[in-house]
């Protein structure tokens, strides 16, 4: 899978130049990410994939012959030279460059595999999970709000408090007991930018290098990612369709536990009553904490609410994370931590810290909604609509791929995981690369997961299937030409 | 100086309750903000200031007095007990609670003081440095260019590039060429939330516990603290008229220093072309960073500019740092880093980890004002307004106070120095609160310092006074006011 940085933001028409291919694959080259003397795309597939011309990937190849990078010939696709690629190369590609020296942590994100899931793309059909529909957007609603927002004139322009807008805090208050059972004062409440924020804020304030943190298997990768990137080690926990297998914790020394216990990411089940309590004894008995992230809990379809972790514990070991990212817009950059008592002080602090406070205007617009009732509204409206894709997407995969599929998590949230039984996990990137190329995103779930092998379903392909960008007509289409794709594995 | 909890974000009609005031008062007795058995102020006098009813006030002494934290005489004002205030609870007045352990990073933001510059007030007129006025903020064109963002539909809600929209960072790099001669490719350019984001990140990225880093004194403080966080030592280096005296630096073994070289902090010293070539020198030979502060620097009076520390070197030791929040609104959270090409991927990493990136509408509008030239226009419409004030502030303040005053760093910037000549700093406290009863907000110089005593100019009365969300007949009427709280004094 070839990817680049990218081109323009949300200017989208801006075009991507030689240059920046270049650069692009060289750097992918550089990090290992071909195999010695793999082929690369065709410079025609790849234009069309970028919408360039043919002509600037040519140029881009051909710098990258110059150099030795890759070897060219005629009539045949491009391959990654195989004289260059040496284990040392590929172990550590980044020499250590500029006039000083990085931290630590500088050091560990230096050698982070980058995780770009932000790129735009050409693709027709792209089945990549937490893009939302620009069409469900409640764009009259928020546009009258952000104006009466931008009307009002304050005393002064000046800083806010660190934990963000009162007004939001106040009205995520009732909205988290109306409709978590969550309850909390304001004061507990940190308006973050997103919940990568809060993730970042968890790992900073809470863990050290050396420490242990538990972390499901497979994961929402840019939690484990932050968690490790404080120099912690991960400790993954099997996860199975009611999510992290608690009975494995006992034993397990650790600062901290992420959990997704309302839809577990990616697997998607939704954690019984008895598991939540034995996470939670866990915790209490190890002075650990546990992060909360209730991602997409809006989304559930068919199946009774359980109460959120918050809710069933009550001397301070939950740290509750949500967001809007889900029902409204990732773009929008708003999410909340809701704290215990004796962390208030350390989180404001951190906060102010990290970037003083959230940007006001936003935060005072979505305040507005949710006391008018509009944002409740917005949610079951989205939560329909959703339904209304899962039930498509759901649908049309059983009728194309039968007995070869199995569905799992599909009960809440908004995506599903297929695994295909009849294909092992040998043809991942071949189908990937294939439906690329014919103008399909897919995403596989094995990045996703810590263990390597050995686990049971790991062993087929199996896809995360996200629905909620997609209409219902591209939904059908994107199943075809996965059909087509794996008719012609 | 009695501080409190914002009572309302931007919610100002949110009343503070007696609790509240409680726990206010009793957190600063119990971090030692008074001394053993100084007074307190009156009940008439708190209520005043905070705009609530003298009973609420009461309540929250009769508490305090009942839990044995202050002394109450009848007639008298109140003073903290003599009795309690012992240095074992002032040196480590939070307990450790709740379940778990924070990180090392965590408790030293747990043992960090708060620096509340974000609390509202009911000040009749305030000098605080860093506030603007609303009523220079262009909110019809802002209110069109959000307008016209949100108006466009992209393909999909999803997540941007770390390092922000193209099209700001393309605006940007031309705006940074033609006004401050900053030559850059708009892959160097980072928009964090704020400049504060930026000094985060780069704390993060560049210093470990025990690093050392060199900070000017008296510095922003911010600044200091978030460095500091890191567990890193400052080495506060002395400042004079020209800025960070650069020949204090040799020998000096340091990661990064941090300079205001357009407009030191509070100082306002511009420093000269031979102290700029100094710090790069000896960031050459000590391989240490440079993180440029370029607060402030579009306001510019009587004085040619000096290029910047980015544009005197080209082998990558300095990180150059602006934001919008002296021209715009710090309510927008909006700033950028240019950080050096073999840093890009390491910041880029680190602001997907941090928040993924910064939120898109109003990045996207700025773009727009830069593109179309109102930026600038703006930025010349606020500094003649800006000038305006400034003059009108030397002005009645020379008028009032003559030879008793000297006048520091009005050449640039939103705030000058003002130095009582004749009232020792054993004034400061009495003074500040004198002015806070007569609803005055000064906001002394001497917490910037880092060293406490023995530096001349700190052993007298030295204010930070910001004029720039101020009207002229208000700077006129808060002259006449401190001159008035100083007769009185």
């Known amino acids: 899978m070839v990817q680049f940085p990218s081109p323009g933001g949300s200017n989208r028409s801006y075009g991507m130049g030689a240059r920046q291919i270049y650069e692009s694959l060289r750097e992918q080259i550089l990090r290992g990410v071909y195999n010695t003397g793999s082929q690369l795309p065709s410079s025609r597939g790849l234009a069309e994939e970028l919408g360039v011309s043919r002509t600037t990937v040519t140029a881009a190849y051909e710098q990258l012959a110059a150099e030795g990078f890759i070897d060219v010939r005629q009539g045949a696709r491009h391959r990654v030279a195989s004289s260059l690629i040496g284990p040392e190369l590929t172990a550590n590609p980044q020499k250590q460059a500029g006039p000083g020296h990085l931290s630590n942590y500088g050091e560990r994100l230096r050698g982070a595999r980058r995780w770009p899931d932000y790129l ?222 004796e962390l208030q002080q350390v989180f404001e602090t951190a906060k102010q810290f990290a970037d003083r406070h959230s940007p006001i205007a936003e935060q005072e617009s979505l305040a507005s909604l949710i006391e008018s009732g509009s944002y409740e509204n917005h949610v079951r409206r989205v939560r329909r609509l959703n339904g209304e894709r899962r039930e498509v997407l759901l649908t049309t995969m059983k009728r194309s791929f039968q007995d070869r599929i199995a569905v799992q998590g599909a009960e809440a949230g908004l995506h599903v995981v297929i695994w295909f039984n009849d294909l092992p996990r040998s043809r991942e990137t071949p189908l990937v690369e294939a439906a690329r190329y014919a103008g399909l995103g897919l995403h596989p779930i094995s990045p996703l997961y810590h263990r390597q092998s050995g686990a049971g379903e790991a062993d087929r392909v199996g896809l995360v299937m996200g629905y909620s960008a997609l209409g219902i007509r591209q939904i059908e289409k994107g199943v075809e030409m996965l059909r087509d794709v794996v008719a012609q594995l």
């Open 120 to 341: 735009p793309n050409r693709l027709k059909i792209d089945f990549r999970y937490g893009d939302l529909a620009p069409s469900d957007f409640p764009a009259s609603v928020w546009k009258r709000t952000m104006n009466a927002v931008m009307a009002q004139r304050p005393a002064r322009l000046a800083y806010d408090h660190p934990c963000g807008s009162r007004r939001l805090r106040q009205a995520l208050q009732g909205y988290l007991w109306r409709a978590r059972t969550v309850r909390c004062d304001p004061e507990q409440i940190v308006i973050v930018n997103g919940s990568q924020q809060g993730l970042d804020l968890c790992a900073r304030l809470l863990l050290d290098p050396g420490d242990s943190f538990v972390i499901e298997d497979p994961c929402y990768r840019m939690a484990r990612e932050v968690f490790a990137s404080t120099g912690a080690t991960p400790v993954p926990v099997e996860v199975d369709e009611h999510g992290i297998q608690t009975e494995q914790l006992a034993g397990v020394a650790a600062r901290l536990a992420y959990a997704t216990p309302s839809h577990q990411f990616p697997l998607g089940g939704v954690m019984p009553i008895a598991r939540r309590h034995q996470l939670l004894e866990w915790a209490r008995d190890e002075g650990a904490y546990v992060i909360e992230d209730d991602y997409d809990s809006e989304y559930r379809y068919d199946i009774s609410p359980v109460p959120p972790l918050h809710s069933l514990e009550d001397h301070g070991a939950v740290i509750y994370l949500g967001t809007i990212s889900k029902t409204l817009s990732p773009m929008l950059r708003i999410g909340y931590l809701v704290v215990p008592v």
